[in-house]
Each structure stands twice: as structure tokens, then as C-alpha cells.
């Protein structure tokens, strides 16, 4: 298997209602992700498209042939592929096994969503549509209601009192706000406190409107090339080392591991694996965090943390970007905003800019940061790893 | 090879307040809502055996914000129960006013009935689902 670099990228702000189309979005950052690579969009020789609702959005299905035509890339093939919150990081890891096998030497990723032109009540029906259809979602299953049954497992499963919790999920959303407010990409750039949290409106039980990501429009891309043209071209590539990707059932037929996560646990194995490391070599991660409480879930199945033990490392600043394992630098879903067909490529893009040491003139570097986690989660069971190295 | 309990199979029970489920002859679990293979070891060897509909909550959450369509429905909790059988299941709690619910109702005894969400442009019909009250005395 050949190695993969990461070259050049480009994102979006994210924003409330772009004045931009999907197509023109994934054009404006592909064409950054290109020229900056030192290419030219004839270079590309397949595209590889994140996007989840756009066709009930924008009406638009087959995205991909719009995309990579209006962008100067004509007639290559191009590919887009949906699993819900995680589709750009699906997509970066199908680039990656293609550039790896040898199959191509460089190739474009990007994802891309228009949420807000759905509309809160439209956007909320469109997103429990990752939740089972036929057995779940008649009962009003969305996903606040599936992390505030999750939250309310996670306080009885690890026996922890639901007030203490809710201080634990607080201190995510504010730590988020607090670094989201210094990345200019951010959709949501203010301060909160956890008052703040604790006085927002109630959305699910125990889940409240800043335990919450934002419905988002935005776009990302990155250019992955083979280790002989990465070096050819280009002075500062990251290393994608190891992917993961595993599934799971319905909510319910996850009883075994609840509140844990086991597609996770068995995706990030494998990404460690690959990249024949540990989490105690992980120097920076940008987990999903859709919901103050998932980012606990998740923290403690990549292994950061003890289960049951990660709000307390919130609440101590373990996760500051001077702590012990700083996580979601950028703001994270919840500030820096969640348009999901372009998380995972917006994940990968500020893990990249971590090692780059691109950070720093924003008051969000990590330093000396040379190993980077990637962690996304698309509806209730499909999760997507990647470990990238400078 | 045929669907052992399909969803139309599945609903029409549902609809008169009776689960089925599948009990698998490899392993003797119980996969409930149904599924082509057995939940627990994928055997395919399997059975529909009716299911009680009774058992213990297991987590809850009362939602304030519904999907377009259903904003009527609102306020409405979600439980999900673990059955006496052992597998759980997703419904709703009917028999108690969502503001009184609180952390406590986890564990209670319940005992399921039905009712019919009618379905929306993107759900290809209607579907039953589960309804919950409560079983126990407190």
C-alpha cells in the first residue's frame, strides 16, 4: 500500500443561509484545495463528493457531475457518497484506499450541505432520516432525542447525578465556544457561559439548545496525492496514516454497548492500527461532537479517558489546547458550526492546519502537535476514523 | 431466501397492540423489531413468537422541538424499554404528563399498547409504534 499525502485544502466560512449554491460552495473551496496544491483543476482525476440532503435541499441529486464540470475538472469520474453526519469523511477515506491501492495519483475530496435553506422543522425531519425509518422514527426519534436517551443512559449507566452531568455538558459547549471564537470560519463566534447553556431553551430532556451544533451551510476540500507527487509538488503534506469505518443497527439493537458506541470503538481500533499507534500518541483530535454529551461518548471510546470519567477531564481542562489531550480546537461542531457533507473534510482540514503549525497567529495551536485523530459519526451507527502525521 | 417477519407483518400486529419478534433456534435470543438474521448471533434459523410487551424503561427523553409535521405531537416523551424478553425497543410514554416525568421513571414497570403515526411525502405510508404505560404501583 502507497503512502497518502494530504497537499493543499480549502473551507469555507459556515455560515446561516450562503449566498452560494452547493455547487458554487464546493467549486470556491475545491479551486483553494487545487491552486494552493500547486495544480490545475486538469490535474484531478477523480473527485470524491461528500454531501448528505442536497437533493431534498436544493432539489439536486448527482451533485458530483455538476461539481466537478462547473469546476474546470471535465469529465472526470466523480463519486458522492452519503452516510449521513459522516459523508466527507466516508469520502476522504474512499479517496485515500484509492490513492493507496495505486489506483490514482491525485485526487480531489470535498463535501459540501445547505442545511439552513431547509429550515429548522424540514432540516430536523431531514436529519432523522439517519435514524431507522421503520421502527424508530414513528416514535418521534430525532437526533436530539437520540443523544438525550443516550445522555440520560450515560448519567444511569455510570451513575452519575443528572445535575453533575449537566455542569460536565456545559463545560464542552463553553470550551467549544471559547476556541470557535477565535476561528474565523466559525459560524457561532461568540463566548458562552454555562449558565448560558443551563438557561437555553429545553430541546429534548435533558438536552438544551447550547448542548446543540447549529444547522450550517459551508464546504471543504483537500487535495490527496500519492507520496511521489506529493513530493514533487508540494513542501508541507500530512500523512494520512489510518482510516476506519464500521456500522451498526437501529439505536435499540446497539443494547449490548449502550451508551458506548461499538462502531466506533471497532472503527478507531483499526485507524490505530494502521497507523501502528495508540490514543496516548494522539497530540490533537476533532471529534463529533453534535451534542455536548457525544463528545464524552466519544472521547472515552477513542480512549482518551476512562469510561464515565471524561466530563470530569472537560471541567479539569484536559481538553484545552494545552491539555492533556486538547480536543476540538477549532470550535468543533457546536461553534464552529456542522454542515454535514463537509464536516469530516473540515475535521481533517484543522487537524492538517494542527500539524502545519498554521495555528498559532490564532491563539489555537497545539503545539508541537504531529499526530491528529480524526472522529465523525453519521446517524446512530456509522463512524468514520482517520490518523493523520506530519 | 424469505423475509421471516416483515415490516407490513410486523405493523399489522402492531396496529392491534400484539409484538411479534423472532426467536432465533441457534441461540434461543429474541430480535425485536425484526431483522433478517438474529441479533445476537446472525442465525438465520429463525421463528416469530409473540412478545409480551412488557418490561422495564431504560432511558427517556421528552422533546420540545419536533420534525416538520409532527409539531402537534408535541410535547412527547421517548422511552426505550427493555422487555422482559431482552431486546429493547423504542416507544413512546403516553400515561403520564411530560412535565411530572422526571429521572426516576428509569426502571419502572411498563406494559405496551399501540398507536399509528400516519406518515409524511418521505415515509411510504403509515406505521404503528409502541406506546407505553405504566405497569407498576409506586
Not at chain 1, 275 to 302: K, M, N, R, T, Y
Not at chain 1, 363 to 376: I, Y
Not at chain 2, 108 to 120: A, E, H
Request: hydrophobic letters at 40%; a negative charge; one cysteine or more.
Amino acid at each position: 500500500m502507497r503512502k497518502v499525502a494530504v497537499l493543499g485544502m480549502g473551507h469555507s466560512q459556515f455560515c446561516f443561509n450562503s449566498p452560494r449554491t452547493q455547487v458554487e460552495l464546493m467549486s470556491e473551496v475545491a479551486l483553494d484545495a487545487i491552486t494552493s496544491s500547486n495544480l490545475i483543476a486538469k490535474d484531478i482525476e477523480a473527485a470524491f463528493i461528500g454531501n448528505c440532503l442536497g437533493t431534498i435541499a436544493e432539489g439536486q441529486a448527482t451533485i458530483q457531475q455538476f461539481a466537478v464540470n462547473d469546476m474546470g475538472c471535465l469529465n472526470i469520474p466523480a463519486l458522492r457518497y452519503e452516510g449521513a453526519c459522516a459523508s466527507g469523511t466516508i469520502a476522504v477515506r474512499e479517496a485515500f484506499m484509492h490513492v493507496a491501492a495505486g489506483h490514482y495519483d491525485v485526487v480531489l475530496v470535498a463535501g459540501v450541505e445547505k442545511a439552513t435553506a431547509l429550515g429548522t422543522p424540514l432540516a430536523t425531519r431531514c436529519f432523522s432520516m439517519a435514524g431507522d425509518s421503520r421502527y424508530e422514527y414513528p416514535s418521534g426519534y430525532t437526533f436530539p432525542a437520540a443523544f438525550a436517551l443516550l445522555a440520560h443512559l450515560y448519567a444511569s449507566h455510570y451513575n452519575i447525578p443528572l445535575p453533575k452531568l449537566k455542569e460536565q455538558m456545559a463545560a464542552v459547549s463553553v470550551q467549544s465556544h471559547f476556541y470557535g471564537n477565535k476561528n474565523p470560519l466559525a459560524q457561532l463566534r461568540f463566548e458562552i457561559t454555562a449558565e448560558d447553556v443551563l438557561n437555553s431553551f429545553m430541546v429534548s430532556t435533558p438536552i438544551q439548545l447550547h448542548d446543540c451544533c447549529p444547522f450550517t451551510d459551508g464546504a471543504a476540500a483537500v487535495v490527496l496525492a500519492s507520496e511521489e507527487v506529493a513530493k514533487k509538488i508540494y513542501s508541507k503534506p500530512c500523512w494520512i496514516t489510518g482510516v476506519g469505518l464500521a456500522t451498526s443497527g437501529q439505536l435499540s439493537s446497539q443494547y449490548r454497548y449502550l451508551p458506548r458506541l461499538r462502531a466506533r470503538e471497532l472503527s478507531v481500533e483499526k485507524a490505530y492500527k494502521m497507523a501502528g499507534i495508540g490514543p496516548q500518541d494522539v497530540d490533537v483530535c476533532e471529534l463529533h461532537d453534535c451534542f455536548s454529551i457525544a463528545s464524552l461518548i466519544a472521547s472515552e471510546s477513542l480512549g482518551f479517558f476512562e469510561f464515565g470519567t471524561a466530563g470530569e477531564a472537560w471541567l479539569k481542562g484536559e481538553t484545552k489546547v494545552d491539555g492533556k489531550i486538547p480536543i476540538n480546537i477549532s470550535g468543533g461542531l457546536k461553534s464552529k458550526g456542522h454542515p454535514i457533507g463537509a464536516t469530516g473534510v473540515s475535521q481533517l482540514y484543522h487537524i492538517c492546519k494542527q500539524l502545519r503549525n498554521e495555528m498559532v497567529d490564532l491563539g489555537l495551536q497545539v503545539e508541537g502537535a504531529r499526530t491528529g485523530l480524526v472522529d465523525t459519526l453519521g446517524g446512530d451507527g456509522c463512524l468514520c476514523h482517520l490518523v493523520v502525521q506530519r | 431466501m424469505d423475509y421471516k417477519l416483515p415490516f407490513k407483518e410486523y405493523n399489522r400486529a402492531l396496529r392491534k397492540s400484539r409484538l411479534l419478534g423472532l426467536r432465533c433456534n441457534s441461540c434461543g435470543a429474541i430480535t425485536c423489531p425484526p431483522k433478517m438474521s438474529c441479533q445476537e448471533c446472525t442465525g438465520l434459523d429463525l421463528e416469530v413468537t409473540e412478545l409480551s410487551g412488557k418490561g422495564s424503561i431504560v432511558t427517556y427523553t421528552t422533546s420540545f422541538g419536533a420534525p416538520q409535521g409532527r409539531e402537534n405531537e408535541l410535547p412527547y416523551t421517548i422511552v426505550i424499554v427493555q422487555l422482559d424478553e431482552g431486546p429493547w425497543i423504542m416507544g413512546n410514554l403516553i400515561d403520564m404528563e411530560t412535565d411530572k416525568i422526571t429521572f426516576d421513571i428509569i426502571g419502572r414497570r411498563v406494559k405496551m399498547g399501540s398507536r399509528v403515526y400516519p406518515g409524511d411525502v418521505y415515509s411510504a405510508g403509515a406505521s404503528a409504534r409502541p406506546v407505553f404505560s405504566f405497569d407498576d404501583q409506586i
